[in-house]
């Protein structure tokens, strides 16, 4: 499975960015998928899950009420709509499939990763 993540780039705090990622072997259909940031030095970070069957979601405390997860299933994609950056949002962004129906905050317990893309956000 190879997980393509993209949408990132430079903007300004207070900004609105989508990121998407797009799975190429394996159907996402009803598995788990997840989304982690991390910036150098520091460890992963999680951000948002969303599950399979149900589609519930999950969110970090930092990013509640202004970050979005979503998934489209039939084009195999997952997204993560952020608006209101700040500086601190800052990081390289990672997309992670799970082979279970739930989701997890745990990076460990997922089984697939995208190779990441860079968000930076200016202040």
């Known amino acids: 499975v190879q997980l393509q993540a993209s949408g990132g780039g430079l903007v300004q705090a207070g900004d609105y960015l989508g990121l998407s990622c797009t799975a190429a072997g394996r159907s996402f259909n009803s598995l788990a998928l997840g989304w982690f940031r991390q910036t150098p030095g520091k460890q992963r970070e999680f951000v948002a899950y969303?599950?399979?069957?149900?589609?519930?979601?999950a969110y970090a405390d930092s990013v509640e009420g202004r970050f979005t997860i979503s998934r489209d299933d039939v084009r195999n994609t997952v997204y993560l709509h952020m608006n209101s950056l700040k500086p601190e949002d800052t990081a390289r962004y990672y997309c992670a499939l799970r082979l279970r129906y739930t989701g997890s905050s745990d990076s460990n317990e997922h089984d697939y990763w995208g190779q990441g893309t860079q968000v930076t956000v200016s202040s």
């Open positions: 969303i599950g399979g069957v149900t589609v519930n979601r």
